[in-house]
């Protein structure tokens, strides 16, 4: 904990189950192809990482949960590191990316709570949306909606297809307090570029 940066500025978590696209929509929402490592083995974020935007801004990478492989001593060890980080006062808030296929589970759930009190915002990012049909996907939405309440917002997302990815970004953005300068011939879609 020692080693986290100063609480000053602004922060948002992202945070997931092992496998539930995590790194990869980290990857899409900066438009960085390799800040996140991707890995095709599931439980392979084992750490906390800082990723500093500029300007006391950090977007932080939660070790992915409830995957058994992680061994017990690792899992225990992040119970007080993750309480730690949730004490931060420049903690804005958590993006939570979750399968669309696989829905929300109770550790997803969990996650919502960790976040403690509303005005610490929460958002839902149900990835891998261009695996569903565009029925599906509207089910999934529905029923996360219903899942989740008020407490958090939802929405689809694909790091693959780009779906929702400005819609994404635009959260982050809002959280960070990093506005996005309009020109005249901007269509409205976010770029990635500085
Ligand atoms: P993490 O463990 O949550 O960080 O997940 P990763 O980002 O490493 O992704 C896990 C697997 O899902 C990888 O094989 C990715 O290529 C795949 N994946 C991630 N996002 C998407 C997506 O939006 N669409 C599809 N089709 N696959 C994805």
New binding site residues.
């Given amino acids: 904990m020692r080693q986290y940066p100063p609480d000053r500025g602004w922060e948002v978590a992202f945070a ?13 929402v900066l438009a960085r192809r390799a800040l ?5 083995t ?4 084992r750490l906390i990482n800082f990723f500093d935007l500029g300007a006391d801004r950090r977007i932080v990478d939660l070790p ?1 949960y409830g995957y058994a492989r992680a061994p017990q001593q690792e899992r225990v060890a992040w119970g007080p590191l993750i309480d730690a980080l949730r004490e931060r006062h420049c903690l804005r808030g958590v993006i939570l ?1 979750v ?1 669309a296929r696989r829905g929300l589970a109770e550790s997803d759930l969990a996650l919502i709570e960790w976040a403690g009190p509303p005005e610490r915002a929460v958002h839902v990012l149900l ?5 569903l049909t565009r029925s599906e996907a509207a089910e999934t939405l529905k029923g996360a909606r219903m899942g989740i309440g008020e407490r958090a917002s939802v929405q689809l ?5 780009g ?1 929702g990815l400005p819609e994404a970004q635009r959260v982050l953005e809002s959280w960070l307090g990093l506005t996005h300068k309009k020109t005249p011939e901007a269509s409205g879609e976010a770029t990635g570029a500085d």
């Fill in positions: 997931g189950r092992s496998n539930a696209g995590k790194s990869s929509a980290i990857n899409a996140a490592r991707t890995s095709k599931p439980g392979q974020t992915g990316v399968d990835t891998k949306a261009d695996k997302f694909s790091a693959s297809s779906v």
